[in-house]
């Protein structure tokens, strides 16, 4: 008994120059730009979206104005990415972002009130809970727009 096989490998050559890109890869390059997306893509969620990566609408604050940039900015101005050749990384470097993040309550250290101005009227509280607002993660448009940007870095058809 005998075993045949035949491979045609007319089609190699064409199939190693499209794999080329991943054998030279520099991923240098890759993660800067994804890097600089997702400090994007959270600006662009906290000053124009006001959602949640999940797509939950943030819940209104007390006083009426724009949530998470009414404060000076600290927030968004805080917002930053950095890239190596490993990974790509965002967020916020503001002490506080945390605090939006994953939300909070606050009770008073050295008194039984806290005492804070809101809207031009003194306040006074035993805890003031801070809701969670979340702005760093990935939306499925965010998962998107990345997925474009590393098949475009590639050459990949969808």
Do not use: C
């Not at 096989?5 to 050559?13: C, E, H, I, M, P």
């Not at 959270?42 to 949530?67: F, H, Y």
């Not at 250290?109 to 805890?127: I, N, P, Y």
Request: no cysteine; proline share 4%; aromatic share 6%.
């Amino acid at each position: 008994m005998s075993v045949s096989l035949t491979l045609d490998v007319s089609d190699l050559d064409a199939a190693l120059k499209r794999l080329r890109p991943l054998f030279d890869f520099d991923a240098s390059e890759l993660m800067t730009t994804l890097g600089a997306l997702g400090e994007s893509q959270t600006r662009r969620r906290i000053s124009e979206e006001k959602t949640a990566p999940d797509g939950t609408p943030w819940k209104p604050n007390v006083a009426g104005t724009s949530i998470l940039v009414d404060s000076g900015q600290h927030l968004l101005y805080s917002i930053a990415w950095t890239a190596s050749a490993e990974e790509a990384e965002w967020g916020a470097t503001w002490e506080h972002a945390h605090v939006h993040q994953d939300g909070m309550t606050i009770v008073p250290k050295e008194s039984d009130r806290l005492v804070f101005q809101l809207g031009g009227r003194t306040v006074f509280a035993k805890e003031v809970t801070i809701p969670a607002r979340p702005f760093v993660g990935l939306s499925e448009d965010n998962r998107r727009e990345i997925l474009d940007v590393i098949t475009d870095h590639f050459g990949i058809m969808q």
